[in-house]
Structures are given as structure tokens and as C-alpha cells.
């Protein structure tokens, strides 16, 4: 007689909490099936602009140490508002110097009217300045408008893009710009009570452009007299926000500074001019809309890198003509001049 092994009863109890979790299985994979396929309706509903805006969003999301969570939302919620929107413009048109010296890399003249490099990193043109003559001076990731009376540069122009790399190197020394006829030496600063302050940034170049790049950001071409409390404060976490926040963001952001030398706070014994302010201006042209930040910032600013609060210092781009004299995006029409630079933004980025 043959012996048969039964298999156990499953009990009911089981079969039935078995059936009940497929069925929430099921639940959950249709329910996320469905909240897919919603968010990319609406995703692929929105705008190209709207759509860059969204991925500049969850890019900052990612940036885990360098965005802080509540600037992403922030980015994906109001990006777009009180954006402009920007014809084509070329970001190195031509560029009339209005009797100005143009120099080389060598110090040799150019003609009058130049070209600029297809990389030369302006936006919509050079700022003009009626008021008199400056020398351009076009380095690797950065242009000099170079004030030869004040022995100063009236604005810097350069542009950062979204990098990643680690900068283990700074040059110790500030060099002398031997392609100008009578350049300051870094000498002309030591005992002033003035840091030798720079305009294009020594660490947003490097981390963008490389080494070479960056010892030219230490020529006394890219030097302003800065109190230490404001080239060590505010100015430095500027400097930070742009090229680790804003250039990771975006992209690509493109930055004019300088000083305000209508108002002076003295002059070095060496005939330096020492600006009572400095400007900056940040513009963001991602997802055919350009926006724009700009600021201004006090001589004797006491506001330390860890505490500045930013917005304080904002301030609209025709603030900054008024006081500068200069032209900012003279290759915008008239129209997209006048809507992006007559606003203050109540806050940064």
C-alpha cells in the first residue's frame, strides 16, 4: 500500500492577506502610472522657457551643499517673473571704441573698431562710455574697460558657466600689466590700508577657464582699492554665490563689475583713485528670457562673509548708468533696456 504526503492547507487567512496585498500592488503601480502621465502632460504643456526653468529646478535640487532646498523651490515657483524676453542678439557684436586704444595680448594698438572673440564673454555689447576714452583689454575668460587718468578699470566684463572642478592653487603674487605704458605696480598698494581688490574673480575663473586663466586675474589690471572689511565680506560671498548658486544653476551667467568713480573716498599717493562704491551686474539669459541683478556696494560695507544679507545691496542697472556713466547691453533694443533695467528686484536669486 503506497503512502501519499498531502500538502498542508494553505489557511484561508493567508490567501486572503496575499490577495489583498497584490491588490494594493496594483493600486500603487496604477496610481504612479497615473501621477506620470499627468506630470508629463502638464510638463510637455508648458513653454520651452517654462520647461528650462523646471530643469534648472530639479538640477538645483541635486546640488546638495551648494543650493540650499528653499532657493530651488523658490527657482521652480517664481523663475519666470518679471523675466524679459530677449531677441537674438550676438554675444560679441562689433565694437566701437570711439577713440579709445585697443590693445593686444603683446600691448601692440589695434584699430579702432574691433571684433571680439566669438568666446569674449559680453552680452549684448560692450558698455559704451561717452565721457571719454578707455583701453580695452582682452584677456583668456575676461575684457578690461581701463581707465588710464584714475590708473583703474571702469568695468570688468567676464562670463561663468556650471563647473565642477576643485581650485588647490592661487597665485601668490599681483603682477604688473606690461602691456600699458605706465601700469600700476602691486607695490603702489602696500601700506595704502586697501586690499588689492579683484573684479574678475580668481576663483570663479579657475574653476571655469583653468590655471592660465587665473594668474591673469591677478594682473593690477583687475584691481580696485577695497577696504578689507568689504573685499573679505560681501564682496567675496558674491563672488561665491555667482559661481558656485548661480552659474550651477544656470547654466551660464555673464557679469559686469567695476567701481563708482564719481564718488570718490580718496586718492593713493601713487594717483590712484579710491571708489566710495563698487557694482555688480548679473545677467541670466537661460531659456530665451533674460534677467538681470545688480548691486551696489559701499566702500566702508562692514558686513562679514558668513552674515551679508545680499538684497540689501540690490539696486536697478540704470542706477548703476546713472552713476557710472556707462551703457550697459547697448546692443538690446530700446525697448528690452528699458523694461530690464529700470526695475530693483526685491530679491536675490
Given at each position: 500500500m503506497?503512502k501519499?504526503?498531502h500538502?498542508?492547507?494553505?489557511?484561508?487567512?493567508h490567501?486572503?492577506?496575499?490577495?489583498?496585498?497584490g491588490?494594493?500592488l496594483?493600486l500603487c503601480?496604477?496610481?504612479?502610472?497615473?501621477l506620470?502621465?499627468?506630470?508629463?502632460?502638464w510638463y510637455?504643456?508648458r513653454t520651452?522657457?517654462e520647461?528650462?526653468?523646471i530643469?534648472?529646478?530639479?538640477?538645483?535640487l541635486?546640488m546638495r551643499?551648494?543650493v540650499?532646498?528653499r532657493?530651488?523651490?523658490?527657482?521652480?515657483f517664481?523663475?519666470g517673473r518679471?523675466s524679459?524676453?530677449v531677441p537674438?542678439?550676438p554675444?560679441?557684436?562689433?565694437?566701437?571704441?570711439?577713440g579709445?586704444?585697443v590693445?593686444?595680448d603683446e600691448?601692440?594698438?589695434l584699430?579702432?573698431?574691433v571684433?571680439?572673440?566669438e568666446?569674449?564673454?559680453?552680452y549684448a555689447?560692450m558698455?559704451?562710455?561717452?565721457?571719454?576714452?578707455?583701453?580695452?583689454?582682452?584677456?583668456?575668460?575676461?575684457?578690461?574697460?581701463?581707465d588710464?587718468?584714475w590708473r583703474?578699470?571702469?568695468?570688468?566684463?567676464?562670463?561663468?558657466?556650471?563647473?565642477t572642478?576643485?581650485v588647490?592653487?592661487?597665485p601668490k603674487e599681483?603682477q604688473?600689466?606690461?602691456?600699458?605704458p605706465?601700469?600700476v605696480l602691486?607695490?603702489?598698494?602696500?601700506?595704502s590700508g586697501?586690499?588689492?581688490?579683484?573684479?574678475?574673480?580668481s576663483?570663479?575663473?579657475?574653476?571655469c577657464?583653468?590655471?592660465e586663466a587665473?594668474?591673469?586675474?591677478?594682473?593690477?589690471?583687475n584691481?580696485?582699492?577695497?577696504r578689507?572689511?568689504?573685499?573679505?565680506?560681501?564682496w567675496?560671498?558674491?563672488?561665491?554665490?555667482?559661481?558656485?548658486?548661480?552659474?550651477g544653476?544656470f547654466?551660464?551667467?555673464w557679469?559686469m563689475?567695476?567701481?563708482?568713480v564719481?564718488?570718490?573716498?580718496?586718492?593713493?599717493?601713487?594717483?590712484i583713485?579710491?571708489?566710495?562704491q563698487?557694482?555688480?551686474i548679473?545677467?541670466?539669459a537661460?531659456h530665451?528670457?533674460?534677467?538681470?541683478l545688480?548691486f551696489?556696494?559701499?566702500?566702508?560695507?562692514q558686513?562679514?562673509f558668513d552674515?551679508v544679507?545680499l538684497?540689501?545691496y540690490l539696486?536697478s542697472?540704470?542706477?548703476?548708468?546713472e552713476?557710472t556713466?556707462l551703457?550697459?547691453f547697448?546692443e538690446?533694443p530700446e525697448?528690452?533696456?528699458q523694461?530690464?533695467?529700470?526695475k530693483t528686484p526685491?530679491r536675490i536669486?
Open positions: 503506497s501519499h504526503k500538502k498542508p492547507k494553505e489557511d484561508t487567512h490567501r486572503t492577506a496575499r490577495a489583498r496585498r491588490g494594493l496594483h503601480v496604477g496610481l504612479l502610472a497615473l506620470v502621465a499627468l506630470v508629463g502632460t510637455f504643456s520651452s522657457a520647461r528650462g526653468c530643469q534648472d529646478a530639479w538640477r538645483a541635486r551643499g551648494e540650499p532646498l532657493e530651488a523651490l523658490s527657482d521652480w517664481s523663475r518679471g524679459v524676453e537674438s542678439v554675444h560679441a557684436p562689433a565694437v566701437a571704441m570711439q579709445g586704444l590693445l593686444d600691448g601692440k594698438p584699430r579702432e573698431r571684433t571680439l572673440p568666446n569674449a564673454p559680453v555689447g558698455p559704451h562710455f561717452p565721457e571719454g576714452d578707455l583701453t580695452l583689454l582682452v584677456n583668456r575668460a575676461y575684457c578690461v574697460g581701463y588710464e587718468i583703474l578699470p571702469r568695468w570688468v566684463a567676464y562670463r561663468l558657466m556650471r563647473a572642478g576643485r588647490e592653487w592661487r599681483f604688473e600689466d606690461s602691456r600699458l605706465q601700469p602691486s607695490a603702489d598698494y602696500t601700506g586697501y586690499d588689492r581688490g579683484h573684479l574678475a574673480p576663483w570663479g575663473i579657475a574653476r577657464f583653468g590655471r587665473q594668474i591673469e586675474t591677478f594682473l593690477m589690471t584691481v580696485v582699492p577695497q578689507h572689511e568689504l573685499n573679505d565680506g560681501a567675496r560671498a558674491l563672488e561665491v554665490r555667482e559661481a558656485r548658486n548661480y552659474a544653476r547654466g551660464e551667467i557679469v563689475a567695476g567701481p563708482v564719481q564718488q570718490q573716498a580718496g586718492i593713493l599717493r601713487t594717483g583713485l579710491v571708489p566710495a563698487f557694482y555688480k548679473i545677467l541670466d537661460g530665451g528670457r533674460l534677467r538681470v545688480a551696489l556696494f559701499p566702500q566702508e560695507c558686513d562679514s552674515d544679507q538684497d540689501n539696486t542697472v540704470d542706477r548703476v548708468e552713476l556713466g551703457d550697459f547697448p538690446l525697448d528690452v533696456q523694461a530690464l533695467e529700470s526685491s536669486w
